[in-house]
């Protein structure tokens, strides 16, 4: 391919904690013709970019990263790199995936997508979320993600606590907190999301893939 290709001009980063991914999407850019292809580190502070790579203009991004989302990464990094594009990827692709990278206006790829025409019309930013997948995304974020944003941390925790099946002594220990206090958050817990109790905050956390760290991590006051 020729220096004149649309993709050439890109420069890009993977930021991909597997490393067979990792070299699997670095062979697939490198045939498309990007010559220039960097690996972004990723740490539990976020991704390390160091100060030569200011020019990154795509980075394709896993969903699940060490200790958080990816999507959380994308945000902090892209506070440094204003012209910076992302695109999101995912082993199996579903409604959270879809609501969560649709907040911050990025299509989503599953791996098996991440190569020849797919993957080269993500560098040229042609590639975007199907209607149905933005509608599907949607719901989800009114269903599920608005809600659990409107917990507040303490009611995260404790529905977390819930969803593995602890009792309310084992809560309570774990947050330092008494049981009469635990008693009333719970209370407030289920009123706001308008469940009647613990068996259907399990059952709503689990059909909306809340149980997943990474896509709770992706939600407001999660993202380390």
């Not at 879809?98 to 590639?127: H, I, T």
Request: proline share 6%.
């Amino acid at each position: 391919m020729g220096s004149n290709n649309e993709e050439d001009q890109v420069v890009v980063g993977i930021a991909e904690p597997c490393p067979l991914r990792r070299e699997a999407l670095w062979r697939a850019l490198r045939a498309l013709g990007c010559l220039d292809v960097r690996v972004l580190l990723a740490s539990p502070a976020g991704l390390r970019p160091c100060e030569a790579e200011r020019d990154l203009e795509l980075v394709l991004l896993a969903f699940r990263m060490p200790a958080g989302n990816g999507l959380g990464r994308y945000a902090a990094l892209r506070k440094t790199h204003w012209q910076l594009r992302g695109v999101v990827l995912v082993e199996d692709p579903g409604p959270p995936h879809w609501g969560l990278a649709g907040r911050l206006g990025l299509p989503v790829l599953a791996y098996s997508e991440a190569a020849g025409e797919v993957l080269r019309q993500a560098v040229r930013g042609q590639w975007a979320m199907s209607p149905a997948a933005r509608s599907a995304g949607a719901a989800w974020w009114a269903e599920w993600g608005a809600r659990w944003e409107g917990l507040s941390q303490m009611q995260r925790a404790i529905a977390w606590g819930i969803a593995r099946g602890w009792s309310d002594e084992e809560i309570a220990q774990a947050l330092l907190i008494r049981r009469s206090t635990l008693r009333t958050h719970l209370r407030r817990l289920f009123a706001r999301l308008g469940l009647p109790g613990r068996q259907a905050l399990r059952a709503w956390l689990r059909v909306g893939g809340l149980e997943d760290p990474a896509v709770a991590a992706g939600l407001r006051g999660e993202v380390p």
